[in-house]
């Protein structure tokens, strides 16, 4: 029996009170985190995949929105926390980088400074030690001339860049988990590879564990030790990145997967998804895929629950369809 | 593409323009009517531009008096006692006259008397009526002048926009009361003459043309900015590369873009101007008498502060509601029409 | 530096386009002769040549432009037809820190109420401070300066100043140097008079401002790094949106040296440069009146041009520019 995992979450929800009703944002997502893990989490834009990490970290200030279920990190709850003793987590023992290093640095003080704030928040040193820190972090995070870029401010590095100094200023204190909110989204082709190289080198270097929430599949099987597939705030896979990538088991995962350009692929219409995800305010009962999902079926009026379906007692997912089936119906697919 | 060719194809028709634009102009009219702020601003302009433009039927059906004539020794009937309009001071100092107060008779020196024994409600409509005709008209101008103005520096550009944008630098960069002083004290002294035109001092096109003009760069400024903008829209790029003309695109494309924008000025520069032509007149080089305005007679009151506060402070209240009906107004126009509209940075 | 010669040098731009726009208005509105406005009404044929002399109204533009500015400010004598022999430049700068005291001491006031007030109604967001400063807002931006100060005259000099305020002086101005208690007395109501009503104006500007600020990533990024919510406030949100109220700051102090603060003079009795262009404006006195829109102007774009150096100080990403 392995150790306690880092995080646990149970039956999260997160639902918003609107004008024409509640909506679940985030359905009852539950997972854990082991140490030194790196869970992937994806989904299409709208998924819940962010609002699901927001939730649990007490980001989401719309006081329209309630949040219900366990989230534990080294067995304390993270739901219902009071401010001042989950600021003292965040930042230092759990860390998050975001989509956009445009706009999520204070564009009016330098990074350095920015670096030194995180740090003393945290520990008790002197800013000359603090900046000392600073500096070492940027030259480790592959920015060069690090002394003197310290004390540049934001709008004067490039994206990719900034990033950089954002994994600095995150890993600043030591997490013990780094949630990275689709870190590479924003960035060109090249500086998305050499960003979730660094990524990758990092988490290994310092063991922390990380969850990387994306939209792109290949950045799942770049980095991911276990993945999650998100669709309309519900888990409908979950496995190993070898049994999601390799052997998917959910029609929406298919989709996922043929959604992307392989080499070779050349001439081939790239396949999509039909359709679009359901809005906020569609009807929540039954299977939230079954108006895009081609082998939609009676049962689909209902919830499925998520399940071991295959051989592994370890890859789940939430699909009616038989197991023995799949293989064959997604052939049709590709 | 294709979008473009057809909005381009069916104005070419002569297809009514309204019905292409009917959609938002609606949205937003809708909007402003269920909006109880904008409905009540509404109506109190309404009731107080009516109030004032019945200014001749009062005085001369309702008060029998000629509010521009001077009436020292005049007398009128209070209680059926007969009171002279100006009385001897006798208490204080004892220097000067004392007009009579307000009786609250609407038929009969309503707010009082002035210092020259004229009826201050009735000079208070007149005056309603040329702030409200100053405030409107150099609003009108100063958004057209300015939308013009900045239309054209954005869209030309190039030296064209060198020299209007450096004019309206300079414009904004002097603080718009004292440019109003210099032009307003130079003109008063001698009225303008252009040629054949000649614009005599008292003429209330001056004032008018004045605070117009030391607005112009507020519109002219957001406005160029919006055209800037604009030609680099899909849509205009379009037009452009499917060779409309340029009078077509600023027409066409330009025009009704920026449109929502100049009228959410309107109401706002109306309120602006309104208060700019009051201080004018308060400082004596706006309005000229005979004219009066709620600025001339709130400069007429301050003499009287102690003894007769309502001739200074009967004008000052008309102002501030017509300012604020005014500027409630402007903000529900803007948060329809263009939410991101802004005014000299502040309001 | 470079930032700072550019802006320095830009304002002295802008200063010479004033001085030329000002001598444009003053010497080349087509009308009257020129001469005769500026030696007021009734002046007699001697005064009249006495003027055409003194500004050379007999030589080309660029030499009277020339004489204006020499007049002005290099042997500054230029002189008042109205009241003959009256030396303006003097006067103007007797009257310079009355006009120093009441604006800066506005400024200072309504900086505090601006900022406190805005940064109080982001902290109660959705609470009652949000409609008050909405209403102080609006009013601020409908109000009159001068009749408010009036409507405050009446009420502390006149139908009250035998109860509540029989503690205020009457109107008029002590010099600082005099007796400081006593300066600030003068000028407290005419302080509280203009600070009301900007106070409130930069109350919602900075309320606007802040609530964007809130929603910003990075506060987010702060929030994640486990600052507190008065430190993301305070340090974060509070400095990139003191930007615009510090721009928005450049011009009022502008508009205020130039007009409301001249309104606000004559009501409190302040004599001020606004004063000193009231009195010489009740009389068609134009050498005065021109020599203080200059004045002032320049004042103005001084005052401006420190604002924006202010500003650099404040939002880095300006610097460059």
Request: charged share 15%; net charge neutral.
């Amino acid at each position: 029996m392995p150790a306690a995992p880092l995080l646990e979450v149970d039956d999260l929800r997160v639902a918003f009170r609107t004008r024409d009703g509640v909506v679940n944002a985030v359905n009852g997502l539950s997972f854990t985190v082991g140490r030194g893990e790196v869970l992937g989490i994806v989904g299409e834009s709208g998924s819940g995949k962010s609002m699901a990490m927001y939730s649990m970290m007490g980001l989401l200030d719309n006081p329209n929105a309630t949040v219900t279920g366990s989230a534990r990190f080294e067995g304390t709850e993270l739901i219902g926390m009071p401010l001042p003793k989950l600021n003292r987590l965040r930042g230092s023992s759990i860390a998050m980088i975001f989509q956009d290093p445009m706009t999520a640095l204070t564009p009016v003080y330098t990074v350095g400074w920015q670096i030194v704030e995180q740090i003393r928040t945290h520990e008790k040193v002197s800013s000359q030690a603090a900046w000392k820190r600073a500096i070492a972090l940027l030259d480790e995070v592959g920015i060069p001339d690090a002394a003197r870029r310290a004390k540049s401010y934001p709008h004067e590095f490039s994206g990719g860049m900034r990033q950089r100094v954002m994994i600095a200023m995150s890993l600043a204190c030591h997490p013990s988990l780094l949630i990275a909110d689709e870190p590479t989204t924003a960035l060109d082709v090249t500086t998305q590879r050499q960003i979730l190289e660094l990524i990758r080198d990092l988490q290994a270097k310092y063991g922390s564990s990380v969850i990387m929430i994306t939209h792109d599949m290949g950045v799942i099987s770049e980095i991911a030790d276990r993945v999650i597939v998100m669709y309309a705030g519900r888990a409908v896979e979950l496995g190993g990145k070898s049994q999601v990538v390799r052997s998917p088991r959910h029609p929406y995962t298919w989709g996922l997967l043929g959604a992307i350009p392989r080499p070779g692929q050349r001439g081939q219409r790239l396949a999509t998804i039909p359709g679009l995800p359901p809005g906020p305010h569609d009807d929540q009962i039954g299977c939230p895929f079954r108006s895009r999902c081609r082998f939609a079926m009676d049962e689909c009026s209902e919830m499925p629950q998520l399940r071991a379906t295959g051989e592994a007692a370890d890859h789940l997912d939430a699909c009616w369809l038989s197991g023995d089936a799949r293989k064959s119906l997604r052939g049709e697919i590709a | 593409m294709v979008e473009v060719t057809v909005a381009i194809a069916t104005s070419e028709r002569g297809t009514p323009r309204s019905r292409r634009s009917a959609g938002p102009w609606r949205v937003a009219f809708t909007q402003i009517a269920h909006n109880p702020v904008a409905v009540g601003s509404a109506i109190a302009l309404v009731i107080i531009v009516a109030v004032c433009l019945a200014a001749p039927l009062y005085a001369q059906f309702i008060a029998h008096t000629d509010p521009f004539q001077s009436n020292i020794n005049g007398t009128t009937v209070i209680d059926g006692h007969s009171v002279a309009v100006l009385q001897q001071q006798t208490q204080g100092l004892g220097l000067g006259v004392e007009p009579i107060g307000p009786t609250w008779n609407i038929s009969n020196y309503f707010l009082g008397a002035d210092s020259q024994g004229r009826d201050v409600f009735a000079r208070l409509l007149y005056g309603g009526r040329t702030t409200l005709l100053i405030g409107f008209s150099s609003a009108l101008i100063c958004c057209a002048l300015g939308a013009l103005v900045g239309i054209i520096a954005g869209y030309f550009g190039g030296p064209v926009d060198w020299v209007l944008s450096r004019l309206m630098d300079i414009i904004w960069a002097f603080p718009v009361y004292l440019l109003a002083i210099s032009l307003s004290v130079v003109l008063l002294t001698g009225g303008l003459r252009l040629g054949p035109i000649v614009i005599g001092p008292s003429n209330l096109l001056l004032p008018i043309l004045i605070i117009a003009l030391i607005y112009v760069p507020y519109v002219a400024r957001p406005i160029r900015g919006q055209v800037l903008s604009l030609k680099n829209r899909e849509f205009v790029k379009a037009a452009i590369g499917l060779g409309a003309s340029d009078w077509r695109i600023l027409r066409i494309e330009i025009l009704r873009n920026v449109l929502p924008t100049v009228i959410v000025f309107i109401p706002l520069m109306m309120a602006l101007n309104m208060l700019t032509e009051s201080a004018l007149s308060f400082l004596s080089i706006g309005v000229q008498p005979p004219n009066a305005s709620w600025g001339t007679i709130i400069n007429d009151g301050l003499d009287l502060l102690y003894t007769r506060p309502a001739v200074a402070i009967a004008p000052g209240i008309m102002l501030v509601i017509t300012a604020v009906a005014l500027n409630l107004l402007g903000d529900a126009v803007r948060d329809a029409l263009d939410p991101k509209a802004k005014l000299r940075g502040a309001a | 530096m470079l930032f700072v010669a550019k802006r320095l040098g830009s304002a002295l731009l802008v200063m010479f386009a004033i001085s030329i726009v000002v001598f444009l208005i003053f010497f080349a509105t087509p009308g009257v002769d020129p001469a005769a406005r500026l030696a007021g009404r009734g002046a007699s044929p001697e005064v009249l040549s006495q003027v055409r002399h003194a500004f050379g109204f007999d030589q080309p533009l660029p030499v009277r432009y020339v004489l204006m500015m020499d007049h002005l400010f290099v042997t500054r004598d230029l002189t008042s037809y109205v009241n003959i022999g009256d030396k303006v430049v003097p006067q103007i700068m007797q009257a310079a820190p009355v006009t120093l005291s009441l604006v800066l001491g506005a400024a200072v006031i309504w900086i505090v109420l601006g900022l406190g007030g805005g940064i109080l109604a982001t902290r109660f967001r959705g609470s009652v401070v949000d409609p008050i400063i909405m209403v102080i807002g609006i009013a601020a931006v409908s109000l009159p300066a001068y009749w408010v100060g009036e409507v405050v005259n009446l009420i502390t000099q006149d139908r009250l100043h035998d109860s509540v305020f029989s503690w205020v002086p009457p109107l008029g101005y002590v010099p600082f140097a005099q007796n400081p208690g006593q300066w600030a007395l003068h000028l407290l109501f005419p302080w509280l008079t203009l600070a009301l009503l900007y106070g409130g104006i930069y109350a919602r500007v900075l309320r606007a401002e802040l609530v964007t600020a809130m929603g910003e990533d990075y506060v987010r990024t702060g929030r994640a790094k486990g600052l507190s919510e008065r430190r993301i406030l305070w340090r974060h949100a509070l400095r990139g949106s003191l930007s615009p109220v510090v721009s928005l700051f450049g011009l009022d102090l502008g508009s205020l040296i130039g007009g409301a603060a001249l309104l606000t003079e004559v009501v409190f009795g302040l004599p001020g440069i606004g004063k000193l262009t009231w009195d010489s404006l009740q009389n068609l006195d134009l050498p005065v009146i021109m020599a203080c829109v200059l004045y002032a102007a320049f004042f103005v774009v001084a005052a401006n041009a420190i604002v924006d150096l202010l500003y650099a100080v404040i939002d880095p990403r300006v610097r460059r520019a």
